[in-house]
């Protein structure tokens, strides 16, 4: 070959390297052309989106807690302002002098001081320590008057649940807490996420939680590479919980907590017979929910769980207890509907009836003589009960007591409630595995044995009693504006005739001088009370006891005392409340519950009457947006004359 074609050849393959070379240079322009073709034009919104999620902190606000009023829309629980103090490491230099310095003005325990060097250990220099919570006026003052003096230290203000009633309210409202793990799992609320965010613990705080929390709101913060916030952008508030109205009337329920603080541990409600509404539901001792929406102490807590008398325990409705001779009324209806018995039907007590080589004893050792119904229910005659138990047997009595709201939880929207028992053969099989023997009906037609109630459902049972339809009792009024109560109730599946037999019954208890609740009676003319006394035993009492005498209630341990019950409606001509009572360990019904009954249903009187005294006279609050202030119950009542 020539050295010109060689020359040739050459020039011809250099030609197809550099347009390979050339292929390829433009096949990678193109392809970063098109890179960026697609970061810049399709995935543009994308990428906007992360450049401000990186520049932009979006943090949740916590919306105002829902208020809870009573029935005439006085304040249960609202949220107060929450001062506490503050530190930021970075600006305070000598952190431990500041410390010492704010102890100076604010208390400050050694476990306060472990919390914050651990926190400030934890959080970067910038961020916000919270050194107390919760200072009274003069603490947050103090700190203002002195921030020249403390680099690094400002006053915070959140907002707190407050209780203005206090342990009045404490077991009707419950309280607020930090959500706990088991509150947290399942949910979908971010709310539940926020640090120190409190959630409903009891009561209505916990029925109504969902509804009382509110929806979440939100902030975007600007901040920068290492997360200190530059500036706010945007803010929504978000949603605040809804308020919820309860059927409560805070100045009777007031009155009746200050009556049962008397007493050692005490239970009563207040409900009226007509719509089933609460008025008042109080459990006596109580606690104070305040201590633990601001962060109860341990040594508090733990004399809270130690009282034998139970505190932390809503005894109106969870407190499972024999009724007694409360309970001697379903047994006379019982009879009546069961048409063995009529109210004609007498019975000669001597004190004491065998049945078998048993005797069962009358509370009075003598006896009664010749009793009638009526007469029997004012006496509270044990052994004429004994005698129509015995003729219809204890499946009537069982049945009656149900359908009166005996043994099963009556719905109440408060969380703990308690079911209580009303035994038969049929239970007995099934849960002991053994036969019913006659006596135990004879024991349980007096409310004694296997037989067990809440205050709640002697409630429920006297107000079904006093109105005759199937009542169901209820706390709240109303959630925002849907309302809840309603007037239409069924009868319930007895006579008149029967049901006005034992109804009179329980007026001659309470209004002639024989009837064991004649002490706890009403003298002021048209508010007299009708009503039923009892003494439910809780230990076993021995024959040889009874030969040498029964010992006095006073003489025993007060854990072996009998407990003091009551139950009755007002007025007697008009039923509108009923009211049950129980003392634990207090003795006799007639002679200690009676008269707490009493107190508390003339109250209820006295304040409609005060109530509609005002509501007839001209109002000149209205003219300065201000309603006239009505009579404190505090002051008291006296039977000696009307309102």
């Keep these: 070959m020539s050295a010109y074609d060689r020359d040739a050849e050459r020039q011809r393959m250099l030609g197809r390297r550099t347009l390979v070379l050339g292929g390829m240079q433009a096949a990678a322009v193109s392809a970063l052309v098109a890179r960026l073709y697609y970061l810049q034009i399709v995935e543009s919104d994308r990428y906007t989106m992360l450049a401000e999620d990186n520049r932009i902190s979006l943090r949740l606000l916590a919306p105002p807690r829902g208020m809870i009023t009573d029935r005439f829309g006085v304040p249960l629980a609202v949220n107060e302002q929450n001062f506490s103090v503050v530190i930021v490491a970075e600006r305070a230099g000598d952190v431990q002098q500041i410390l010492d310095e704010v102890g100076k003005l604010v208390p400050l325990t050694e476990g306060d001081e472990r919390r914050i060097q651990r926190d400030i250990q934890r959080s970067r220099s910038f961020a916000q320590i919270t050194l107390k919570e919760n200072l009274t006026w003069d603490q947050m003052a103090a700190i203002e008057v002195n921030l020249p003096d403390l680099p690094g230290v400002s006053i915070d203000v959140g907002q707190v649940r407050a209780y203005p009633f206090g342990e009045a309210m404490s077991h009707v409202l419950g309280y607020v807490g930090a959500a706990s ?22 009561g209505i705080e916990r029925q109504y939680d969902q509804a009382l929390r509110g929806v979440a709101g939100s902030r975007q913060l600007e901040v920068n590479a290492v997360g200190r916030v530059i500036r706010e952008l945007s803010r929504d508030p978000g949603q605040p919980g809804r308020e919820v109205t309860l059927t409560i009337d805070a100045k009777l329920q007031h009155y009746m907590h200050q009556r049962l603080s008397a007493e050692q541990s005490a239970a009563a409600v207040v409900m009226d017979v007509h719509t089933g509404g609460i008025h008042a539901l109080c459990s006596s001792p109580s606690f104070d929910p305040n201590q633990f929406a601001r962060g109860i102490g341990y040594d508090a807590y733990q004399a809270l769980l130690n009282d034998e008398r139970t505190p932390l325990i809503n005894k109106a409705i969870a407190g499972q207890y024999p009724p007694g001779s ?11 509907e069961s048409g063995i018995v009529n109210g004609d039907h007498r019975v000669y007590c001597s004190g004491h009836m065998e049945l078998g080589s048993h005797r069962f004893h009358c509370w009075r050792r003598g006896g009664h003589g010749s009793m009638d119904m009526v007469n029997a229910l004012a006496q509270s005659c044990d052994v004429y009960f004994y005698d129509i138990a015995q003729r219809i047997g204890m499946d009537r009595i069982a049945d ?12 109440l929207e408060l ?32 409310g004694q044995g296997y037989v067990l109630t809440t205050p709640l459902q002697l409630a429920v049972m006297t107000a079904r009693l006093a109105s005759g339809r199937a009542v169901q009792p209820h706390v709240t009024k109303s959630v925002e504006d849907q309302f809840t109560e309603t007037t239409e109730w069924p009868r319930i599946d007895v006579k008149p ?15 002639t001088p024989s009837g064991t609740g004649y002490r706890g009676r009403i003298t002021v003319p048209g508010m007299e ?3 039923k006394s009892g003494s439910a035993q809780v230990r076993r009492i021995s024959m040889a006891e009874r030969s040498s005498g029964v010992r006095r209630n006073e003489d025993l341990p007060w854990r072996e005392r009998d407990h003091a019950l009551f139950v009755a409606y007002a007025p007697a001509h008009a039923p509108r409340y009923a009211c049950s009572v129980i003392v634990e360990h207090g003795g006799g019904g007639g002679a200690v519950a009676a008269p707490i009954a009493r107190d508390i249903l003339l109250e209820c009187q006295m304040l409609d009457a005060a109530r509609a005294t005002v509501a007839q006279q001209p109002v000149s609050g209205s003219e300065t947006g201000h309603e006239p202030a009505l009579p404190d119950p505090d002051s008291g009542n006296t039977q000696e004359g009307a309102p």
């Design 400 to 411: 009656m007591a149900r359908r009166f709201g005996l043994g099963s939880r009556v719905g």
């Design 181 to 202: 793990e088991k509150d947290v799992e399942g949910s979908r609320d971010p709310l539940l996420t926020l640090p120190g965010f409190k959630v409903g613990k009891g």
């Design 497 to 511: 005739e029967n049901l006005a037999l034992v109804l009179k019954g329980m007026n001659a208890v309470s209004n």
């Design 326 to 336: 409360t309970f001697k009324m379903l047994t006379a209806l019982a009879a009546l």
């Design 415 to 446: 969380p703990g409630e308690r079911p209580g028992l009303i035994p038969d053969p049929r239970w007995k099989r099934q849960t002991l595995k053994q036969p019913w023997h006659q006596g135990e009906t004879l024991i349980a037609s007096m």
């Design 529 to 531: 009370l009708a009503g």
